[in-house]
């Protein structure tokens, strides 16, 4: 195995929930819970479907779930990075990074009903799991940096 392709002994890693940029958008009550059952640490990115503007960009190490709070209404995507060696200077991930978008939007509604409010939360995982009902794509780099702006972490 060439050295480039072993598994660094010691990366840099983030804290599950490690906010990459400032949420934007927090005036909702939808939730997003995002599982990441791999052997990587992922960045999440969630972008409003109309705009491309990213709402949330989070980090998830390896077997760790994250949880999103706040969502307002809205139809977004869900594109995600996975790798090791988190390098913020290069946003992105030095070793096996990969990047990938679910096929399907994620909807996000709110509806008061007899003095309740009704509003989605949604479930989401990094890895395949049996009879999953949710596909992803493998995208460039350059999609998945595309939506975002670079800011300051957010811990």
């Known amino acids: 195995m060439p050295a480039s392709d072993r ?3 010691r990366c840099d890693s983030l804290p599950t929930n490690t906010r990459m940029q400032e ?7 939808g939730e997003l819970t995002v599982e990441n059952g791999t052997s990587e640490d992922a960045v999440a990115e969630l972008s409003d479907a109309s705009t491309d503007q990213t709402v949330r960009y989070f980090f998830v190490q390896e ?3 994250a949880e999103m709070k706040s969502i307002p209404e809205g139809t977004y995507t869900l594109a995600f990075t996975t790798g090791l060696c988190w390098d913020e200077s290069q946003d992105g991930f030095s070793w096996h990074a990969s990047y990938s978008e679910f096929d399907k939007t994620l909807d996000y ?3 008061h009903d007899a003095g309740k409010l009704h ?3 949604i479930s989401l995982t990094l890895h395949s799991v049996p ?3 949710v596909r992803t794509k493998t995208i460039t780099r ?3 940096l595309k939506k975002h702006r670079h800011a300051a972490l957010q811990r």
């Open 63 to 65: 077997h760790g779930t």
């Open 142 to 144: 350059e999609a998945f």
């Open 109 to 111: 509604r709110e509806q």
């Open 7 to 9: 598994k660094p002994v």
């Open 131 to 133: 009879l999953g009902n």
């Open 119 to 121: 509003y989605d939360a």
């Open 23 to 29: 949420d934007t958008g927090t005036d909702g009550h």
